[in-house]
């Protein structure tokens, strides 16, 4: 069992290892890889699509109108920001938002993978369609799914998987916030259950090798979730 401080600096290793991918061509256009933040050592994770145009610029998830909904879900149910890890299945925005190709995704789901073996999260929140069919690996919508709770493998980890609408979905859509907040308000009672079953081999995750070049340390902090 890996204690808070070995999690963030092997997550801070897998860090260094992103923050300079050219694993696919979004290296090109992208302002910042944006790798996620919050609490390397959560229970609870959420996963939406890719960075959007805000999120690129400043090299962090959910920081637009949708982010501060985010914010505000977890304010009720008694959290936030820093005790939960929010990441994308893409760590770069794809140009003018599209959504990512199929070569993107495979090229990039190491790290997600790698995410959550370090964080070992107990329940894992896909945020919308995208994220939630990819780790289902079915595509099956998230009207049908939203709030339906389910023991999946991701990467390496078994994890409770609980599709929730994606708060940019809410924003403007009272009866979507109105499920959204439902969904929310279950989060802690699955916490709680703790984690399922692991399938029997997990490799260890690899010792980061040398330390790629100094970021700024506001950024580097901001992004692990050093809180
Ligand atoms: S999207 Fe992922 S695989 Fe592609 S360049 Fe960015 S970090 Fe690398």
């Given at each position: 069992m890996r204690s808070a401080i070995e999690r963030r600096e092997l997550l801070k290793g897998v860090y260094d290892e992103a923050?300079?991918?050219?694993?696919?061509?979004l290296h090109e256009t992208r302002t910042t890889v944006v790798f996620g933040a919050g609490?390397?050592?959560?229970?609870l994770m959420f996963i939406g699509e890719a960075p959007g145009a805000n999120e690129d610029r400043?090299?962090?998830?959910?920081?637009g109108q949708a982010g501060k909904l985010l914010d505000r879900l977890l304010g009720e149910i008694?959290?936030?920001?820093?005790?939960v890890f929010v990441a994308n299945t893409l760590k770069c925005r794809p140009p003018d938002n599209r959504d990512p190709y199929p070569h993107e995704l495979a090229a990039c789901q190491d790290y997600l993978f790698r995410q959550v073996e370090l964080i070992e999260p107990v329940v894992i929140c896909t945020l919308g369609n995208f994220s939630t069919k990819l780790l289902r690996?079915?595509?099956?919508g998230i009207s049908r799914l939203h709030g339906q709770p389910e023991v999946r493998e991701v990467g390496p980890r078994a994890v409770r998987l609980y599709p929730l609408y994606h708060p940019a979905a809410a924003l403007y859509t009272p009866s979507t916030l109105e499920a959204l907040r439902a969904d929310f308000a279950r989060i802690p009672d699955l916490v709680a259950l703790g984690p399922p079953p692991q399938p029997t081999s997990i490799d260890p995750v690899p010792e980061p090798e040398e330390p790629a070049p100094e970021q700024p340390a506001e950024l580097q902090a901001q992004q692990l979730g050093l809180f």
């Amino acid at each position: 069992m890996r204690s808070a401080i070995e999690r963030r600096e092997l997550l801070k290793g897998v860090y260094d290892e992103a923050r300079d991918c050219v694993a696919c061509p979004l290296h090109e256009t992208r302002t910042t890889v944006v790798f996620g933040a919050g609490n390397a050592d959560a229970d609870l994770m959420f996963i939406g699509e890719a960075p959007g145009a805000n999120e690129d610029r400043m090299g962090l998830p959910f920081v637009g109108q949708a982010g501060k909904l985010l914010d505000r879900l977890l304010g009720e149910i008694g959290m936030d920001r820093k005790d939960v890890f929010v990441a994308n299945t893409l760590k770069c925005r794809p140009p003018d938002n599209r959504d990512p190709y199929p070569h993107e995704l495979a090229a990039c789901q190491d790290y997600l993978f790698r995410q959550v073996e370090l964080i070992e999260p107990v329940v894992i929140c896909t945020l919308g369609n995208f994220s939630t069919k990819l780790l289902r690996g079915d595509a099956t919508g998230i009207s049908r799914l939203h709030g339906q709770p389910e023991v999946r493998e991701v990467g390496p980890r078994a994890v409770r998987l609980y599709p929730l609408y994606h708060p940019a979905a809410a924003l403007y859509t009272p009866s979507t916030l109105e499920a959204l907040r439902a969904d929310f308000a279950r989060i802690p009672d699955l916490v709680a259950l703790g984690p399922p079953p692991q399938p029997t081999s997990i490799d260890p995750v690899p010792e980061p090798e040398e330390p790629a070049p100094e970021q700024p340390a506001e950024l580097q902090a901001q992004q692990l979730g050093l809180f």
